[in-house]
């Protein structure tokens, strides 16, 4: 099996965006995400990826300013009902994509607002983003960022996920792991999926400290892809790391899941 999935916000930036499914396609990519595809007609996205014979496996609700850094709305006070808006607009875009994933970013916690209120917040959002999802089978995610990239960031640490998933009880609300976030703010990377694979819809790769593919870093993915494989990991693995050199040179480590990057034109 091949349970990998080129993330084209930062991998094959050489080539325009729709020109990126042609090229994760042809060297054996199965799937593609893509955090924030709403400047591209849902339709029309939907019939590129069918050319290709590509999944489309995860995106974010609308997050706001993220040019400005805001990274989400989720958890922002008086923001509550462009999010909800955001929400209807993102099952949309998944029901036309045929996208099981939806990652509703927390955000970071405003000055004048204290994190026990954001936290509030979320959960009430998050609910209703679970309840409107379900009908269509799609998944709501949260994603911990670590306080070394986004040191206001309401969500931080895997517990904080897994204690909100506990408080609210909703069957179709998982974890979006980033091994990059997750190495940074806690460590530990092989026993947290030892303990909470269960719990992980969608698992990024990026190597800490500079957020690079597999080799350039401190983790050893060739441990990890073992320990996911006997734990029979049923979501997909996303490349979401930032390329040394360029995208193709980088992919070496992918060989072993069928990606050949010579075959590329």
């Known amino acids: 099996m091949n349970p990998l999935s080129a993330n084209l916000r930062w991998l094959f930036l050489e080539w325009p965006f729709y020109e990126r499914l042609r090229v994760a396609a042809q ?15 849902a339709k029309e996205l939907k019939a590129r990826i069918d050319e290709h014979g590509l999944k489309f496996v995860y995106m ?26 955001g929400v209807r607009l993102a099952l949309d875009y998944a029901v036309t994509l045929g996208c099981p994933l939806i990652h509703a970013a927390s955000g970071i916690v405003p000055h004048s607002a204290g994190r ?3 936290r509030a917040i979320y959960l009430e959002n998050l609910a209703y983003a679970c309840d409107l999802a379900k009908a ?3 998944t709501i995610a949260m ?14 640490r895997t517990a904080e996920a897994i204690a909100i998933m506990d408080e609210l009880g909703r069957d179709n609300l998982r974890l979006v792991y980033d091994t990059h976030h997750a190495a940074m703010e806690e460590g530990a990377v092989a026993t ?36 996911l494989e006997r734990k029979q990991f049923d979501g997909w693995i996303s490349a979401e790391y930032k390329p ?16 050949d990057a010579a075959q590329t034109v």
């Open 116 to 118: 026990a209120r954001c």
């Open 192 to 227: 947290t999926l030892e303990n909470h694979l269960e719990r992980i819809a969608h698992f990024q790769i990026a190597n800490p400290p500079s957020r690079n593919e597999p080799g350039a870093g401190e983790l050893d993915f060739d441990f990890l892809f073992d320990l």
């Open 136 to 138: 269509s089978g799609v």
């Open 244 to 259: 040394t050199g360029t995208t193709l040179a980088s992919l070496g480590w992918a060989k072993r899941f069928g990606i």
């Open 60 to 85: 974010l609700t609308p997050s706001g300013n993220w040019d400005a850094g805001e990274l989400g709305i989720a958890a922002l006070p008086g923001r509550e009902g462009e999010f909800r808006e």
């Open 27 to 41: 060297i054996g990519f199965r799937a593609v995400d893509f955090s924030l595809p709403y400047a591209y007609p």
């Open 143 to 156: 994603e911990p960022i670590c306080k070394a990239s986004h040191c206001e960031f309401l969500l931080n």
